[in-house]
């Protein structure tokens, strides 16, 4: 078998080179039936020729699937580029398919052109090496530049290249286990670098640098968390502590003295550091999509909602800082806290008043801080998007629970947020559906109201205003 194989067989041939390049010891050529063949000297070396020669070869074939020849002599006829064969067309995963494992071996030494997404780029000391990739196929392409060489700027990683070149492939011969012309390794031989064109730039958005954005993103979510709920947890360690060993009336003061400073000291920690961090991670998404290119949609719509989920958290963030440096800095009872929180704030002035009835009920100081935050996102929503030019808070403390409500004149709730009143006439709305649709607001609310025990109720009707209704148990 390996004498048939091999046997050497004397023959004249008649092509043009369709391939010739410096660093390589061999040549292309395709005679007059369009059959391609590896052509080399026999003493090694290759024939002195250039794409476009016709030549006359005389020399040694061998009977193999592959044609190649050793030439005893090359003879130059003419120079006639226009005779060339046309190149032909094809995928990367067409080739793998007409090719491997034992295909179309008539393909070996063609002219093709194929396109694909530079996968990774090898420099070596005399070449450089490109992987070009189309779906789970990836094609060798080696093009004549030394490491010494300058890339040209857009073939980066990426970057989609359209490669014109000799098709090549090593064969496997294996006697022992009987495999005969297995091609592997197959790659393409460009004549220089200008046979590979940037058809389309990299997007500045590869799946490595989204990932190391949404990483960081999460990375700097989980610090946040953590630090927070370690600082929690040294809130309650210290408050438990004081409340079973003290358990008089001033030790009750100091511990509230202790919880409040540990309040502006963590709200301090939170604006300093991580307001600061999530200020620069969305200043810089922000950047990093204006660098997208147009055909990049869909990377840019998934980080259009990263930037949504920052602007949502720092938002809350910052409404969480405003409750605890109120609630630090604001007296005990909890109706005085809220009067207190609204003559602080000047643009309330003249529109909103606060009222009560029934007699005052001790609320816990962390349950007191999340009431601010509803208070504060109910009024702040009925003067923004409500348009309100009076709002009025009342306080009603009744024997079983606390009842908060918020009232205004303005244009009431829009039409996506008014389904059907249920039996009592209040609206039913549901928090992850106001999440979906963006109404944060509305959605922390409730939230806020059912991690207290209560609920929220929502009566509203266009042009005549709202009103919002907390109801919450005094177990809080």
């Given at each position: 078998?390996l004498?048939?194989?091999?046997?050497?067989?004397?023959?004249?041939?008649t092509?043009?080179?369709t391939?010739?390049?410096?660093?390589?010891?061999?040549?292309?050529?395709?005679?007059?039936?369009?059959?391609?063949?590896?052509?080399?000297?026999?003493?090694?070396?290759?024939?002195?020729?250039?794409?476009?020669?016709?030549?006359a070869?005389?020399g040694?074939?061998?009977?193999?699937?592959?044609h190649?020849v050793?030439?005893?002599?090359?003879?130059?006829l003419?120079?006639?580029?226009?005779?060339?064969?046309p190149?032909?067309?094809?995928?990367?995963?067409e080739?793998?398919?007409?090719?491997?494992?034992y295909?179309?071996?008539?393909?070996?030494?063609?002219?093709?052109v194929?396109?694909?997404?530079?996968?990774?780029?090898?420099?070596?000391?005399?070449?450089?090496?490109?992987?070009v990739?189309?779906g789970?196929?990836?094609?060798?392409?080696?093009?004549?530049l030394a490491?010494?060489?300058?890339l040209?700027?857009?073939?980066?990683?990426?970057?989609?290249?359209?490669?014109?070149?000799?098709?090549?492939?090593?064969?496997?011969?294996?006697?022992?286990?009987?495999?005969?012309?297995r091609?592997?390794?197959?790659?393409?031989?460009?004549?220089?670098?200008?046979?590979?064109?940037v058809?389309?730039?990299?997007?500045?958005?590869?799946?490595?640098r989204?990932?190391?954005?949404?990483?960081?993103?999460?990375?700097?979510?989980l610090?946040?968390?953590a630090?927070?709920?370690?600082?929690?947890?040294?809130?309650?360690?210290?408050?438990?502590?004081?409340?079973e060993?003290?358990?008089?009336?001033?030790?009750?003061?100091?511990?509230?003295?202790?919880?409040?400073?540990?309040?502006?000291?963590?709200?301090?920690?939170?604006?300093?550091?991580?307001?600061q961090y999530l200020?620069g991670?969305?200043f810089?998404?922000?950047?990093?999509?204006?660098?997208l290119?147009e055909?990049?949609g869909?990377?840019?719509?998934?980080?259009?909602?990263?930037?949504?989920?920052?602007?949502?958290?720092q938002n809350?963030?910052?409404?969480?800082?405003?409750?605890?440096?109120e609630?630090?800095?604001?007296p005990?009872?909890?109706?005085?806290?809220?009067?207190?929180?609204?003559?602080?704030?000047?643009?309330?002035?003249?529109i909103?008043?606060?009222?009560s009835?029934?007699?005052?009920?001790?609320?816990?100081?962390?349950?007191?801080?999340?009431?601010?935050l509803?208070?504060?996102?109910?009024?702040g929503n009925?003067?923004?998007?409500?348009?309100?030019?009076?709002?009025?808070?009342?306080?009603e403390?009744?024997e079983?629970?606390?009842?908060?409500?918020?009232?205004?004149?303005?244009?009431?709730?829009?039409?996506?947020?008014?389904?059907?009143?249920?039996?009592r006439?209040?609206?039913?709305?549901?928090g992850?559906?106001?999440?979906?649709?963006?109404?944060?607001?509305?959605?922390?609310m409730?939230r806020?109201?059912?991690?207290?025990?209560?609920?929220?109720?929502?009566?509203?009707?266009m042009?005549?205003?709202?009103?919002?209704?907390?109801?919450i148990?005094y177990?809080?």
């Open positions: 078998m004498a048939v194989l091999f046997a050497a067989v004397l023959t004249n041939l092509g043009i080179v391939l010739e390049r410096e660093g390589l010891d061999f040549v292309f050529m395709s005679d007059s039936r369009g059959v391609h063949w590896r052509v080399e000297m026999a003493g090694g070396g290759k024939p002195a020729v250039k794409i476009g020669d016709v030549v070869v005389r040694e074939t061998e009977s193999s699937i592959k190649r050793r030439a005893a002599s090359v003879e130059v003419r120079f006639a580029p226009d005779e060339l064969p190149p032909r067309s094809s995928s990367i995963a080739i793998f398919r007409e090719v491997m494992p295909g179309q071996t008539s393909w070996y030494g063609e002219v093709i194929a396109e694909g997404i530079v996968r990774d780029i090898n420099r070596r000391q005399t070449s450089t090496q490109l992987l990739g189309e789970n196929f990836n094609l060798q392409v080696e093009v004549p490491l010494e060489d300058a040209p700027a857009q073939l980066v990683q990426g970057a989609t290249v359209r490669v014109t070149g000799n098709l090549a492939y090593t064969s496997i011969e294996n006697f022992e286990e009987g495999i005969f012309g091609a592997e390794n197959v790659e393409l031989i460009p004549a220089s670098i200008n046979a590979v064109e058809i389309r730039r990299a997007p500045f958005f590869t799946a490595e989204l990932l190391m954005i949404l990483g960081g993103i999460g990375a700097i979510t610090a946040i968390l630090w927070a709920f370690m600082l929690r947890r040294m809130v309650a360690r210290r408050t438990c502590e004081l409340a060993s003290i358990r008089e009336r001033e030790t009750e003061r100091i511990e509230a003295d202790a919880a409040r400073r540990e309040r502006l000291r963590l709200a301090a920690d939170l604006h300093d550091g991580f307001q200020a991670a969305m810089r998404l922000k950047a990093a999509i204006n660098y290119p055909t990049a869909k990377s840019r719509g998934q980080l259009a909602k990263v930037q949504e989920a920052l602007q949502h958290t809350g963030l910052r409404s969480t800082l405003w409750a605890m440096n609630e630090s800095e604001g005990e009872s909890l109706l005085d806290l809220f009067r207190f929180t609204a003559r602080r704030m000047g643009h309330w002035e003249g909103v008043s606060i009222d009835s029934g007699e005052e009920r001790k609320v816990a100081r962390k349950s007191a801080g999340t009431l601010l509803i208070m504060q996102e109910a009024v009925a003067l923004k998007h409500g348009k309100a030019s009076h709002v009025r808070v009342r306080m403390f009744r079983e629970k606390l009842v908060m409500s918020i009232v205004d004149d303005g244009i009431g709730f829009p039409k996506e947020l008014r389904p059907e009143p249920d039996g006439g209040a609206l039913t709305l549901d992850a559906a106001l999440n979906k649709a963006g109404h944060y607001g509305m959605a922390s409730e806020r109201a059912r991690e207290l025990g209560g609920e929220m109720s929502v009566w509203s009707k042009r005549i205003g709202a009103k919002i209704v907390f109801s148990p177990s809080l």
